[in-house]
């Protein structure tokens, strides 16, 4: 996939996280429950996950859910919990400053995660101005929850 396209993509599934999970607090509002919206949520996921699969899915990866380590899986657990804790937080301290902390926080836990090259990512090792940057981010983010 060329460049371009990858950074379009990228940027594209940053709006997209600005609007759904402020959604999925609306959701929650309506529903009066912010654990029943998590699961509306995830039901409609798997729904599509099947829909995507079932047009370009490859069914001999189906084949290969055993070769993944048990940790892994774990990933589901983190993904309800960030949506359950974004639908209880954009109502009570708004949608900025839940993506500004947000951003600030996925920021310096990529630092540490690139710098030791966990999870099978590249190796990105720290740099002044690689902590410059993020130190200006994260003082942007206090600066603006002032």
């Given at each position: 996939m060329p460049p371009?396209?990858?950074?379009?993509?990228s940027l594209l599934v940053g709006a997209l996280l600005s609007i759904y999970l402020p959604m999925n607090s609306m959701v929650s509002r309506h529903l009066g429950s912010a654990i029943t919206a998590n699961i509306t949520f995830f039901l409609m996921a798997l729904a599509t996950s099947i829909v995507l699969f079932a047009v370009w899915g490859d069914p001999a990866s189906?084949?290969?859910?055993?070769?993944?380590p048990s940790y892994l899986y774990l990933t589901g657990f983190v993904s309800a919990?960030?949506?359950?804790?974004?639908?209880?937080?954009?109502?009570?301290?708004?949608?900025?400053?839940?993506?500004?902390?947000?951003?600030?926080?996925?920021?310096?836990?990529?630092?540490?995660?690139?710098?030791?090259?966990?999870?099978?990512?590249?190796?990105?090792?720290?740099?002044?101005?690689?902590?410059?940057?993020?130190?200006?981010?994260?003082?942007g983010a206090v600066f603006s929850t002032l």
């Open positions: 371009i396209v990858i950074t379009l993509l189906l084949a290969r859910l055993r070769s993944v919990f960030i949506v359950l804790a974004t639908t209880y937080l954009i109502p009570r301290i708004g949608v900025r400053q839940f993506f500004i902390l947000t951003v600030s926080g996925q920021i310096l836990t990529a630092l540490v995660v690139g710098h030791f090259g966990l999870l099978a990512t590249p190796v990105d090792p720290l740099s002044a101005k690689k902590l410059v940057g993020a130190a200006l981010v994260v003082l």
